[in-house]
């Protein structure tokens, strides 16, 4: 079975400043997919970054970047210049065969 | 883009009801899911379906059940709701073992 820890249950970080927000898994599989996702109080979820465990070079989104390290099974987060709207609620995920497993999730507060 | 639509944003049912709770997707997506997501404990999977009339438990299935009988359509239904059912539901759909999860907005039930 698959297991997916965030060890940070809340983080704060100032306008403008840079955050990473810390994502370990577990899995005997060797090919599976990495999600960062983002739950704002509209409390939809929404994609922010999507990683491929085969690509050793690291996912970007604009602002959003990852740091993927396979043999330790570490999917970081990376947000640089932080706004306001990224306040919100994010979760890392893991998949295999179409079927996500999520991390309890880190509720991040940018401030002013 | 895609559109997931749950049919209710807020719902409050009594112990021992019948609930339905309904999704739809508009991008012919093969796979289709149920989560609950619980303070602390992240999103969990109920139920999910690959293809019509097929359906897979998920990690949590007892006290659910599903239905799936257009590719569109994917419904989740409490045979006898209880207050342990309080919580966010979310529905999410897919096309493909290696593609992100599109999710709705989420229903917030309430079991009184």
């Known amino acids: 079975a698959q297991t997916v820890t965030q060890s940070q249950p809340e983080m704060s970080v100032q306008e403008a400043e840079t955050v990473t927000l810390s994502c370990t898994y577990d899995t005997s599989e060797s090919n599976y997919y990495l999600f960062w996702y983002k739950q704002p109080p509209s409390r939809q979820m929404i994609l922010v970054i999507r990683q491929e465990a085969y690509k050793q070079q690291n996912a970007t989104e604009n602002r959003f970047s990852v740091n993927f390290q396979k043999a330790a099974k570490s999917f970081s987060l990376k947000i640089s210049d932080s706004q306001l709207g990224d306040t919100a609620m994010y979760f890392c995920?893991?998949?295999?065969?179409?079927?996500?497993?999520f991390g309890t999730g880190t509720r991040l507060q940018v401030t002013l | 883009d895609v559109k997931v639509t749950q049919s209710s944003r807020y719902l409050v049912k009594r112990t021992g009801e019948k609930v339905f709770l309904e999704c739809v997707q508009d991008m012919d997506h093969e796979n289709m899911f149920w989560y609950r997501q619980d303070p602390g404990l992240g999103l969990r999977l109920i139920y999910f379906s690959y293809d019509v009339k097929m359906k897979e438990k998920g990690d949590i299935p007892e006290g659910y059940s599903v239905s799936r009988e257009k590719k569109e359509r994917f419904s989740l239904i409490l045979e006898s709701a209880s207050t342990n059912q309080t919580s966010m539901y979310l529905c999410?759909?897919?096309?493909?073992?290696?593609?992100?999860?599109?999710f709705g907005d989420g229903t917030r039930l309430s079991i009184l």
């Open positions: 999410a759909s897919s096309q493909g073992a290696s593609q992100p999860q599109h």
């Open positions: 995920a893991f998949m295999t065969a179409s079927k996500l497993t």
